[in-house]
């Protein structure tokens, strides 16, 4: 029943023509994956990281939304540019989406004690609706819903079969970030810039221009404690969502937090960081999310799961040495 009423939610919000709706994948725990909003991150934070995240989406609700990302970013030695590397999937019911996108953003360092990243992203985009589908009304033929059904067995085959939709298109983003490490953060951006149009037979998709604003700062009320609240805000000019975090950082190791997402739903945070290496130069960090079901889903589905796993590698910044006698090391 679950998987049925999924699949018909689908079709209702617009995949029986062309669909319009706000469709990155949602994450919670936003201020620990930021490349993946903005290309302009890449190398501001004059680290070499990589971001791991997986949430589960309305649990215990079969084909609730599942997505994963990776992202990695470095500033190249030596050179004012900054690289990273983006890698999104997201699934709900039949329908599935994969955006690979490479980013480089020129770094514009000491900016009253920060870095100013420009930068574009540039990759592709894959949209499919498999045809594992559950049809509403059986021996019904919607030219617009991939699948078969209706085993006829005069013949010993469908009474009908659509073709699914799998296509890949062109993607390109653009943003801007401003980052003092540990300190301070803001960017805008936008993803999706082409917003094509695709197509496969009657079905369609249309990708939507999205459009990004994030901030955050660092406030230390004590030498072991720290309070960072965060601000998320997404839109596609057709909806929007705003996300507001607080967290709170304990001795730099633990830290626990709430997020509320306008209109929509709250969420706990915790976390633990771990520095290591000589001149703890590594770090890595894990960090849980739980999203709260208020809307009218509560009836059908539990709350959202969401795991994070990331480690860096900060380069140490070697000192200029003078001496004051060209013979003796003074």
Not at 98 to 127: C, E, F, H
Request: some cysteine; hydrophobic content about 40%; aromatic content about 14%.
């Amino acid at each position: 029943m679950k998987k049925l009423f999924t699949k018909i939610a689908l079709v209702v919000s617009g995949f029986t023509s062309v669909a319009f709706a706000q469709q990155d994948p949602q994450f919670t725990q936003f201020m620990f994956n930021k490349l993946i909003y903005n290309p302009g991150y890449a190398g501001t934070s004059g680290a070499i990281c990589g971001v791991l995240q997986y949430r589960k989406q309305w649990a215990n609700f079969q084909g609730a939304p599942v997505s994963m990302a990776f992202a990695g970013d470095m500033r190249l030695k030596a050179l004012p540019i900054g690289v990273g590397l983006n890698v999104i999937t997201d699934q709900i019911g039949a329908m599935n989406t994969t955006i690979i996108r490479a980013a480089g953003s020129y770094n514009i360092t000491k900016i009253a004690g920060g870095t100013l990243g420009i930068g574009l992203d540039v990759g592709m985009l894959q949209k499919s609706i498999n045809g594992n589908w559950i049809v509403p009304e059986p021996l019904k033929n919607d030219p617009r819903i991939p699948g078969s059904g209706g085993y006829v067995p005069s013949t010993g085959g469908n009474a009908f079969s659509n073709p699914d939709l799998n296509k890949t298109t062109f993607d390109l983003g653009l943003g801007a970030f401003y980052n003092i490490p540990g300190k301070f953060y803001a960017g805008i951006s936008s993803t999706h810039l082409p917003a094509q149009k695709i197509t496969s037979g009657d079905l369609g998709f249309q990708v939507s221009r999205h459009y990004y604003f994030m901030t955050g700062y660092t406030f230390q009320p004590t030498k072991w404690s720290k309070i960072i609240p965060n601000i998320l805000y997404k839109s596609d000019l057709a909806s929007s969502s705003l996300d507001l975090n607080l967290t709170f950082m304990w001795s730099d190791m633990i830290w626990v937090g709430g997020t509320y997402r306008l209109d929509d739903a709250p969420a706990l945070l915790v976390g633990y960081q771990q520095p290591f290496g000589l001149g703890n130069a590594y770090n890595v960090k894990i960090g849980y999310s739980y999203d709260f079901t208020t809307t009218a889903l509560k009836t059908y589905a539990k709350g959202s799961h969401e795991l994070i796993l990331g480690i860096c590698y900060t380069p140490t910044v070697k000192k200029a040495t003078t001496y004051g006698n060209d013979r003796f090391l003074d």
